[in-house]
């Protein structure tokens, strides 16, 4: 079957089952009840892979000329690579639950890293979703949502809170809502989950599969496993261009950005220095991100090994992505939280051959939101109406839709809490970027991307940019009012 005869099974496939499954999903129907569920060979297998804090740029894929990851490339080359993929706030629990919902943090009420902080029980995530519409599915690696090894997986071996010991992670394993056991395994974190994951891929079973990857690596303290701790050796990281901009006069930036403590060798990095490398040199410090993920790479490549000769490979998407970007020495910064490009910016590769012509890229804005209806979607299960991202099908098909989103929210919350950076929310059209500093003193940052895209001159307050400010801060007020933001008013 070519591409096109495919994508013709698959709008049959999806117009004769949505119905029944989204009944089921929606939980207005019983698996047996369930009669018009499609042919299971055209309802394919999942694998959602993601890193913690992984720049788009931190890829050869993408140009990186240092870091090889031959196997996260391979995602992309035999698929699709998005161009521009951010998240609606960059913070590791609030952008998971995003993903795993569909839905942004003033929904769910993940909106910070507190582990307290759980995706509501009456909030499906596609996971729930694709369980009930007869998928296996299963967690492994960095859970942090809180309770989530309480959902229903048919396998979880996930461990909460931001992160594992390096070496000696603990981590949480069980299936169906119950906790089984809480041990201390022997090994590089990615490892021990990367080689439990692919031991649960190769099982015996009658359904097809959903399976959650999620790697540590490289998030801080970026801590190598000891294969790799030669690597890079005699490698010069160059530095960021704006690295020695003197941010003390504040030269363009409000005082929200200038004063945040996420800084190489600024205030947290020194009283955390014990269990975070931040105050350690840029080149260091790179250096042990780039390990990091050199080490997912590996595993990946695993991962298609054992795909292959499981014969499923074709049959599987695979998608991967970040939970946010990260400051790789920019100003002088580190860490995520803000609006600016390097935080929100993550990849996104997609790989399912039955589909997607090998090699695409898209030009479009896409979201951690749109990533459960994408998977949904694809499985022939009704999209929940309150769900807030949009599924990329029609991207990954090679479309061009003229409705697709011209702009989006962002929002971040936690403040005051680590690195001191205080909340905001913003607006992220094609070209423009207007963020709102919105809790006393107010402040404003205002960018124009295509002339300024490193971000260096913050026109905010400039007259000749008083009609496009007025707007960008109306359209803020319309796009809290379009995703129900009623969770803080400012």
């Known amino acids: 079957m070519d591409g096109n ?8 496939f999806l117009k004769a089952g949505a119905g029944a499954m989204g009944a089921l999903a929606m939980g207005t129907a019983s698996p047996q009840n369930v ?3 499609p042919a ?6 999942f694998i959602f892979i993601t890193t913690d804090g992984h720049r788009p740029d931190a890829l050869s894929l993408n140009g990186n000329s240092i870091l090889q990851t031959p196997n996260i490339d391979r995602i992309g080359r ?3 690579r998005f161009e521009n993929s951010f998240v609606v706030n960059a913070l590791c629990l609030p952008s998971r639950a995003s993903a795993l919902t569909g839905l942004y943090s003033h929904t769910t009420g993940c909106i910070d890293n507190k582990d307290s902080r759980a995706i509501p029980a009456d909030v499906p995530m596609f996971t729930d979703l694709l369980r009930e519409a007869g998928y296996e599915v299963a967690l492994f690696g960095k859970a942090h949502v809180g309770r989530l090894g309480e959902r229903q997986w048919d396998e979880y071996f996930g461990f909460p809170g931001a992160a594992a010991d390096y070496f000696w992670p603990r981590i949480q394993a069980g299936s169906h809502g119950k906790i089984e056991s809480n041990e201390i395994y022997e090994g590089y974190v990615d490892d021990v989950v990367a080689e439990r994951a692919i031991r649960w891929l190769k ?3 009658e359904k097809p599969f959903c399976l959650v990857l999620w790697f540590q690596s490289p998030h801080a303290p970026f801590f190598r496993a000891r294969r790799y701790l030669d690597l890079y050796g005699g490698v010069t990281i160059p530095k960021p261009a704006t ?3 003197d941010l003390k006069g504040y030269p363009g930036k409000p005082r929200a950005f200038a004063e945040a403590d996420n800084k190489i060798g600024g205030p947290y990095a020194k009283r955390s220095a014990t269990r975070d490398n931040c105050a350690r040199s840029l080149e260091e410090m790179v250096k042990d991100y780039y390990a990091g993920i050199a080490d997912v790479d590996d595993n990946l490549g695993k991962l298609f090994q054992a795909l292959s000769d499981l014969g499923q490979l074709d049959d599987t998407v695979m998608m991967f992505s970040s939970d946010h970007g990260f400051f790789l020495g920019e100003w002088r910064m580190y860490d995520k939280r803000f609006m600016h490009e390097p935080s929100i910016r993550t990849p996104m590769l997609v790989r399912y051959p039955r589909l997607i012509k090998p090699g695409s890229s898209a030009a479009q804005m896409v979201l951690n939101t749109d990533i459960a209806p994408t998977f949904l979607d694809l499985a022939g299960v009704r999209i929940p109406e309150r769900v807030q991202g ?3 099908v029609p991207l990954l098909e090679g479309e061009e839709p003229q409705s697709w989103r011209k702009d989006w929210l962002y929002e971040y919350y936690e403040y005051p809490g680590p690195h001191n950076v205080c909340k905001n929310r913003g607006v992220r059209t094609e070209r423009y970027k207007l963020i709102h500093y919105y809790e006393p003193p107010e402040e404003f940052e205002l960018y124009d991307l295509a002339e300024d895209p490193g971000e260096l001159h913050n026109l905010y307050g400039d007259s000749r940019y008083a009609t496009l400010t007025r707007d960008l801060r109306q359209r803020i007020r319309e796009l809290r009012g379009e995703t129900e ?3 803080v008013e400012g």
Do not use: C, F, T, W
């Not at 005869?5 to 049959?12: C, F, G």
């Open 5 to 12: 005869e495919y994508k013709s099974s698959r709008r049959k």
């Open 35 to 37: 009669a018009a569920v």
């Open 40 to 45: 299971q060979s055209l309802r394919p297998n």
């Open 78 to 80: 035999e698929g699709i």
């Open 203 to 205: 099982r015996k079973r």
């Open 243 to 245: 690295y020695d901009d």
């Open 390 to 392: 949009r599924s990329l």
């Open 485 to 487: 933001d009623h969770y």
